[in-house]
């Protein structure tokens, strides 16, 4: 059963801005790994990047690219469900759905993205093995707060985009190489059409992109209180950024509609063990 070189991945609503050396990177890992796991804590952009490499190689993989979204699957034993569903695969009754999966696939050249898997780890970890010693061809790319530890898999770390130091008082050209700024401009825009970079704001958008460590999500959700505020008052509240930082869009996930609820959402996937600082 073939999977008919199917490209699976949702279309994108928003830019990609900043981190163009680590989707070369991790496209590039890809040859030489098999399971590449992008880690980092929510609101890192490990989705976005995940998705903008997929995108990337979709040349490489001519039976198929697929995304499972683990978001929101509770149960540990729904995850290879979960895949097979992305993959349209039909659990074969006398076999189960992790052999259905590895029938499907068999030798075909294929890539899975495995999104959000850090609070079903483990059972990330049991397919991702399980289809890696069976289909020799499969590769697959995963976002988790941690690395599955499964042989062979290459972890990569994201570090936060480069961010200015607004006590530096940058120029606006200056200011344009960061990417916290840029994607802080492009999220602007959208905002507010004809935002600008001027020397009146730079000072102010080099604090926001301080403040909010580097964190694309920080900076989308700051990016869009430019409606109701400008952007020097923007800077001036963001010392209690989980409040401030949030987005009315209900096109988001609620994890992702505001910086708290990501952070709560972070901590309630924890095991109890591991809430304890």
């Known amino acids: 059963m073939g999977l008919r070189g199917a490209v699976r991945l949702p279309r994108q609503l928003t830019t990609f801005v900043g981190r163009e050396r680590e989707r070369a990177g991790v496209s590039e890992a890809l040859d030489g790994h098999r399971l590449v796991t992008l880690c980092g804590p929510g609101g890192a952009g490990k989705t976005r990047l995940a998705l903008a490499v997929a995108e990337h190689v979709v040349g490489a993989y001519p039976d198929g690219v697929f995304l499972a979204e683990l978001a929101d699957v509770t ?12 993959l349209s695969v039909r659990e074969r009754a006398d076999a189960g759905v992790v052999a259905s999966l590895v029938e499907a696939i068999g030798d075909q050249r294929v890539l899975l993205v495995l999104d959000n898997c850090e609070h079903l780890a483990e059972a990330c970890a049991e397919l991702a093995a399980a289809l890696l010693l069976a289909c020799p061809d499969v590769h697959l790319l995963a976002t988790s707060r941690q690395s599955l530890g499964v042989p062979g898999e290459l972890a990569w770390r994201l570090a936060a985009l480069t961010t200015p130091r607004a006590e530096d008082t940058p120029a606006p050209e200056d200011l344009l190489r960061f990417e916290s700024v840029q994607l802080f401009l492009a999220r602007a825009g959208t905002f507010q059409p004809g935002f600008a970079l001027t020397a009146d704001n730079a000072p102010a958008v080099a604090r926001i992109c301080e403040l909010t460590d580097g964190i694309p999500l ?4 700051a990016a869009g209180r430019l409606p109701a505020l400008a952007p020097e008052q923007i800077a001036g509240q963001l010392r209690d950024a989980l409040g401030v930082l949030t987005s009315a869009s209900g096109l988001l996930p609620r994890r992702q509609r505001t910086l708290r609820a990501t952070i709560d959402g972070s901590y309630e996937r924890l095991a109890p063990a591991e809430r304890v600082l």
């Open 75 to 86: 149960d540990p034993q729904l995850v290879p469900s979960c895949l097979a569903s992305a």
């Open 218 to 221: 920080a900076i989308e959700l």
